[in-house]
């Protein structure tokens, strides 16, 4: 199970911190991620994460702005967003995967319920 948290209203510009904690069977999660959806588009990626060596993989449009890490302890994983943008509006699920694809939704076998995040201009 995955559990998102962490979004809300912003205005362009400021910084907001998205939680995943994954809970259950967590043995078998090798890459975590962070995609978005917006109204009317489809599901993206933004970020990904392996839990052993940490490597770390983002979305060109939020290279240098949003930062992912995690707590192996705490199998819990964040995605810092800075200077977020009116384009950064949507739905943010975080998801779990076996396989190491980490750009690839369809690689992804859980995914936790969503958190929204809404940046006004």
């Known amino acids: 199970q995955l559990q998102a948290s962490g979004g809300g209203l912003v205005q362009a510009g400021d910084s907001l911190r998205l939680s995943c904690a994954a809970s259950?069977?967590?043995?078998?999660?090798?890459?975590m991620g962070w995609f978005r959806q917006a109204p009317g588009k489809e599901r993206e990626f933004v970020a990904a994460?392996?839990?052993?060596?940490?490597?770390?993989y983002y979305a060109d449009s939020v290279k240098g702005r949003f930062t992912i890490s995690r707590d192996n302890a705490k199998n819990t994983v964040y995605l810092q967003m800075n200077t977020l943008e009116p384009e950064g509006t949507a739905v943010y699920y975080c998801?779990?995967?076996?396989?190491?694809?980490?750009?690839?939704?369809?690689?992804?076998?859980?995914w936790g319920q969503g958190t929204l995040v809404t940046v006004s201009s």
């Open positions: 259950g069977r967590t043995a078998y999660i090798n890459v």
């Open positions: 998801a779990a995967s076996r396989v190491i694809m980490p750009t690839y939704a369809r690689a992804y076998d859980y």
């Open positions: 994460i392996t839990l052993s060596g940490g490597s770390t």
